[in-house]
């Protein structure tokens, strides 16, 4: 199925280091979420996007919603190790025969070393 | 936020017997809950949509015999693996929506011996 293109595919940054993860897709959506999972766990909202041009934070955490409604991205400020885990951001589709369903990004493996 | 709770955690079944995953939400009601499966460090991948009060959604390629789904009351979905093999082992995770936001179970482990 349709799938977004989220990039990077993972990341290794020391501790105290900023992160920046993005996701774009063809198809439009009127909500963007972001979510993280760590190991065998499911995954936890973080961030959602309800506006094209949208920018919220939460914590050191800061989302903004393209203003095309194509494209969203994820900021981490003065990560620390337990920002280790798999980031996922997802689009949430509002009409048709998909109303409801998420579309997921690959995911972004980020590893913060001490 | 909302939370979900799934159980069991972790299963582990010989090949051919039944498994029941039950996914709730505990401080809203969910019209709709969504059934995942994932593999190790790979996206999630929707397997079906689960109505309250009617017949659950199935993606293209998810055999609906197997993977039975009853969305039986707004707070309870479960998914049951029917003669389960070897291939079905796979971590398990529902979401329960609010309408414009999805709210993960902690995932079910299951293993087939």
């Known amino acids: 199925g349709q799938q977004l293109n989220q990039s990077p595919q993972s990341m290794f940054i020391q501790e105290g280091e900023d992160v920046s993860m993005n996701c774009t897709s063809s198809?439009?959506?009127?909500?963007w979420l972001w979510y993280k999972q760590d190991p065998g766990e499911g995954p936890v909202l973080l961030i959602a996007l309800y506006k094209a041009g949208e920018l919220t934070s939460n914590g050191r955490l800061t989302a903004q919603f393209g203003i095309t409604r194509k494209d969203s991205f994820l900021n981490i400020s003065a990560s620390i190790p337990s920002d280790v885990g798999i980031y996922f951001c997802a689009g949430l589709d509002a009409g048709g025969t998909s109303y409801g369903k998420l579309t997921f990004g690959q995911g972004t493996i980020l590893t913060v070393h001490p | 936020g909302a939370v979900v709770s799934q159980h069991p955690s972790r299963v582990i079944c010989k090949s051919g017997t039944s498994v029941k995953i039950e996914c709730r939400s505990l401080?809203?009601?969910?019209?709709?809950m969504f059934w995942y499966r994932q593999f190790p460090k790979k996206s999630l991948m929707l397997m079906a949509t689960?109505?309250?009060?009617?017949?659950?959604?199935?993606e293209q390629g998810v055999e609906k015999d197997k993977f039975l789904i009853n969305h039986a009351s707004l707070t309870l979905s479960t998914l049951t693996v029917t003669s389960a093999h070897p291939e079905d082992s796979s971590f398990y995770i529902c979401?329960?929506?609010?309408?414009?936001?999805?709210?993960f179970g902690p995932g079910t482990r299951l293993t087939v011996l």
């Open positions: 198809s439009i959506f009127n909500t």
């Open positions: 689960s109505n309250e009060g009617s017949k659950a959604t199935y």
């Open positions: 401080d809203f009601q969910a019209t709709t």
């Open positions: 979401s329960a929506s609010n309408t414009d936001t999805q709210y």
